[in-house]
């Protein structure tokens, strides 16, 4: 009947999560809009802390108490918070970096759909559908693949190269809506 939020507080699988999520579930339980539930693992642990919503499949990463307020209001009226916002579940990583490219374009969208991505020399095109206080809307987001050097953990000690995608343009096509 509420939205439930899953912590990850895993102090076994990463030190970051443990010590993080607990503050995080802390600072959530006192909405009493919400549930929240600590978990063992969701992946992605070098964006402690983080946490999964339910229904809706939403994923956010690096939460700070001071998140805590505005994640919640957010969640509680079927928003998207985009400052930690990290991806759907069920949607592979290129279509998550579109619905956020969309999303932060268009930030009180609903029923966004990335469609299949097209190529484009070395980058691709992904169609999104959205609807934008009850306009639809199709928009074309322009992925590239790029290199960082990320920390798996915030145990490692050095960190490796590893290819993420990136929004590189949004834009807004035709009017006669076509992506």
Known sequence: ERPLLLVCTDGKHDLCCGKLGRSIVSALRSDPQL???EVSHLGGHRLAANCLALASGELYGRIAAADAPALAESI???RVYLPRYR????LDELAQVAEAAALSRFPNARQIRPGAPRGDGDARIVPVELRDDG???RLAVRCVARIFEVYASCGDLAPEPRARWVAQERWHPDQRGSA
């Open 135 to 137: 306009v639809a809307r």
């Open 87 to 90: 991806g759907r579940t069920g």
């Open 35 to 37: 549930d929240v539930a």
């Open 76 to 78: 509680r009226h079927g």
